[in-house]
């Protein structure tokens, strides 16, 4: 096609979702490095895309002000703007009506999403790019690719920031990360698999992070648990992450930052999500379910089947391969 100057994309949501459409403008921006790139995005999630070098600016869907009668009348002068930057090239990755309906009416003469896109948004698009269902995340955004000409990349690549870290915490000594939080009935880690963790990781350091309460006793934790739930911004908690000696995680959006920070150092633990569709994206990650674990690039269909929670003592065992790990990294 024909090289655009100005391209949107359109992924508001969520936080795992948008990292794995970085991908994607890491490949626009490698192969069409002069193309100007916004984001439509939601404001939660903007410090990681603005700080990708492929990414000029942000559009912001500040979608809690649109709620009610009054946000009707909003959203609809918000709409208005979205014509006003003049894209030559609208990208969906969304794949709803409310998305497919912004990419068009941002006046982008090309609109491109994917064929299995929901609610009858396949009709806004000029370009329908072909997608399995059973295909990663991050696999069926970059499927838009082939539509533009573009070669999909060896490895997805992410160019996530630096982060820094929140006021009072020490990158010394080491430590594991467990983030235990998860939206979804049944995904998030009850405090005893949690403790079970930190003491198998014993006596090593035990930092917990992300969105949530632990719901137990400060005096019934091990004692080499740190508890940063909610004391974290976005930017933050990828500092936290990039400087893990490992990262433990529910099947989450965190849990999809951490592989993307550092892949060979992060083990998804899957209750019952398929972690071929929803999992780490890379190969050198690892994935418990069931009671096993195995990298990334060994998983095959059994892996889909529906999962069973952890025991404590399976739980003790990830954490004494955290301890492991931890020890490998120290020399």
Not at 97 to 117: I, T
Not at 215 to 231: A, F, L, M, Y
Request: aromatic share 6%; glycine share 8%; hydrophobic share 40%.
């Amino acid at each position: 096609m024909k090289r655009p100057k100005r391209i949107l994309l359109v992924k508001p949501s969520s936080l795992g979702d948008v990292i794995h459409a970085l991908p994607v403008v890491s490949a626009i921006h490698n192969h069409w490095p002069e193309a100007e790139v916004r984001w439509l995005v939601n404001p939660a999630w903007r410090s990681l895309v603005e700080h990708h070098p492929g990414v000029s600016g942000t559009v912001l869907f500040p979608r809690e002000k649109f709620r009610g009668v009054g946000g009707w009348i909003r959203s609809i002068a918000w709409m208005r703007t979205l014509s006003d930057w003049k894209p030559d090239l609208a990208i969906d990755l969304q794949g709803l009506l409310r998305s497919a309906l912004f990419a068009r009416l941002s006046g982008a003469p090309c609109v491109v999403g994917l064929y299995d896109a929901r609610e009858g948004a396949r009709l806004f698009y000029n370009k329908r790019a072909l997608v399995s269902s059973a295909d990663h995340a991050v696999n069926r955004y970059l499927s838009v690719l082939d539509l533009l000409g573009i070669p999909r990349p060896a490895s997805p690549e992410f160019m996530l920031p630096e982060g820094n870290h929140p006021r009072g915490f020490s990158s010394s000594p080491s430590y594991v990360v467990i983030h235990p939080y998860a939206r979804g009935e049944g995904k998030s880690l009850a405090p005893d698999l949690i403790h079970a963790i930190a003491l198998g990781a014993a006596p090593h350091r035990v930092v917990i992070v992300g969105r949530g309460l632990l719901q137990d006793g400060q005096n019934d934790r091990p004692k080499n648990i740190e508890d940063w739930s909610n004391r974290t911004d976005l930017l933050e908690l990828t500092a936290i992450l990039r400087g893990a000696s490992f990262i433990i995680s529910s099947d989450s959006g965190p849990m999809h930052l951490a592989t993307a920070l550092r892949p060979e150092r992060t083990l998804a633990i899957h209750l019952w999500s398929d972690p071929l569709k929803v999992g780490p994206c890379m190969g050198e990650s690892l994935v418990w379910k069931n009671g096993r674990i195995s990298g990334v690039k060994d998983l095959d269909d059994s892996w889909r089947a529906a999962g069973k929670a952890p025991t404590t003592m399976e739980m003790r065992e990830l954490g004494r391969m955290a301890k492991r790990k931890t020890m490998e990294s120290e020399g």
